[in-house]
C-alpha cells in the first residue's frame, strides 16, 4: 500500500469556484427539495474550507524558509553547508592568529634589537675613558705594533656591532654632535670649524652615545 501524501491529494482537489461554476454540479442538486438544499450547504462549505487548506500551508511554508533564511540558522544548513561553514571558520580562526604570531614576531625582534643596542651602549660606556687613553698615546707619542694592534683590535670589535666613531679637525662645527668646550676666535676664519679633539665622539646609527668634545674657531666678529 502507498504512503499516504496530503498535498497530493489536496491539490488534485477542485476549488470552491471551479464547483460553483460547474453546470453539472449545479443541476445535480434538486433546487425544489427544501431538505436537501442543508445538507448541500453543508457539502459547499466542507469542499471550500478542504480547498483552501493547499494554499495556507503554502504560505506558512514560504514563511518558513524565509525565517530560516533570515536567522541563518544552522539546523537548515545541508552537511556539505555545515562543513563549509566550520572550514570558513576555521580559516578566519587560523588567519587572525597567524596576525597576531606575525604581530608578535616584529614586536619581539625589536625588542631584541633594542636590547641588544642597550647592551652595546653599556659597554662602550664603561670603555670609553680607555678609549680615551688610546687615542692619546696614539696622537702624542709613537705606539709599538703589539699596542697598535691591540688598538686596531679594539676599533675594529666596536665597528662591528655598529659604532661609529666621529671628530676630525677641520670639520665644520655641528652642535649636535660637537660639544664646544673652548671657542677661539680667529680673524681668517669664515665659520665655525673644529681646530682640535679633545674626546673623540661615538654614535650607533642616528644615536649620539657621546659628543665629540672640540676646540672651535669662530669668526672674530
Excluded: C
Excluded at 10 to 33: F, H, T, V
Excluded at 48 to 65: L, M, T, V, Y
Excluded at 136 to 148: G, L, N, Q, W, Y
Aim: proline fraction near 5%; glycine fraction near 4%; aromatic fraction near 6%.
Amino acid at each position: 500500500m502507498s504512503e499516504f501524501n496530503k498535498d497530493d491529494y489536496l491539490n488534485d482537489m477542485e476549488d470552491a469556484e471551479s464547483l460553483k461554476n460547474d453546470p453539472a454540479s449545479a443541476g445535480s442538486a434538486p433546487a425544489s427539495d427544501a431538505p436537501s438544499d442543508k445538507p448541500a450547504d453543508s457539502a459547499d462549505a466542507k469542499t471550500e474550507g478542504e480547498a483552501e487548506a493547499p494554499k495556507a500551508d503554502a504560505k506558512d511554508a514560504s514563511e518558513d524558509e524565509k525565517t530560516a533564511d533570515t536567522k541563518g540558522d544552522d539546523d537548515t544548513l545541508t552537511p556539505l553547508g555545515k562543513a563549509k561553514k566550520e572550514a570558513a571558520d576555521y580559516l578566519e580562526a587560523l588567519q587572525r592568529e597567524r596576525a597576531e604570531f606575525i604581530n608578535y614576531r616584529n614586536r619581539t625582534a625589536k625588542e631584541k634589537d633594542v636590547f641588544r643596542q642597550h647592551g652595546i651602549i653599556d659597554v662602550l660606556t664603561a670603555l670609553l675613558p680607555a678609549l680615551d687613553d688610546i687615542d692619546r698615546i696614539r696622537e702624542h707619542s709613537e705606539m709599538d705594533d703589539s699596542f697598535k694592534a691591540v688598538a686596531t683590535k679594539i676599533d675594529k670589535a666596536f665597528e662591528k656591532f655598529g659604532v661609529e666613531k666621529f671628530g676630525v679637525k677641520g670639520e665644520d662645527f655641528d652642535p649636535t654632535k660637537h660639544e664646544a668646550i673652548l671657542h677661539r676666535p680667529d680673524p681668517a676664519a669664515e665659520k665655525e670649524t673644529v681646530d682640535a679633539v679633545v674626546e673623540a665622539g661615538y654614535r650607533i646609527g642616528d644615536r649620539v652615545i657621546r659628543a665629540a668634545r672640540v676646540v672651535v674657531v669662530s669668526p672674530q666678529n
